[in-house]
């Protein structure tokens, strides 16, 4: 089985949804993990398989999910 680089992402929620617990519960069940709750800025930060990204931004109360640049020392 081919093992696949986790992609960071940070996952803004939209206004309507103040239960980021909720949402962040989804997140997981989608492939979210190391998640981090960031309740006064309604951010949900954590890691994906990249094929599993496009699937976040289904969930409901998610209004934008930003992969994060992977930067690599040279």
Same mark, same amino acid.
């Given at each position: 089985?081919?093992? @696949?680089?986790?992609?960071s992402?940070? !996952?803004?929620?939209?206004?309507?949804?103040?239960?980021?617990?909720?949402?962040a @519960?989804?997140?997981?069940?989608? &492939?979210? !993990?190391?998640?981090?709750?960031?309740?006064?800025? &309604?951010?949900? &930060?954590?890691?994906?398989?990249?094929?599993?990204?496009? &699937?976040? @931004?289904?969930? /409901?109360?998610?209004?934008?999910?930003?992969?994060? /640049?992977?930067?690599?020392?040279?």
């Amino acid at each position: 089985m081919e093992k @696949r680089a986790l992609q960071s992402v940070l !996952v803004t929620v939209d206004d309507q949804h103040h239960d980021l617990d909720l949402v962040a @519960r989804a997140l997981e069940k989608a &492939g979210l !993990v190391d998640t981090d709750v960031l309740r006064f800025s &309604g951010i949900i &930060g954590g890691s994906v398989n990249e094929a599993q990204l496009a &699937g976040l @931004r289904e969930i /409901p109360g998610v209004e934008n999910v930003e992969a994060q /640049p992977v930067f690599h020392a040279s």
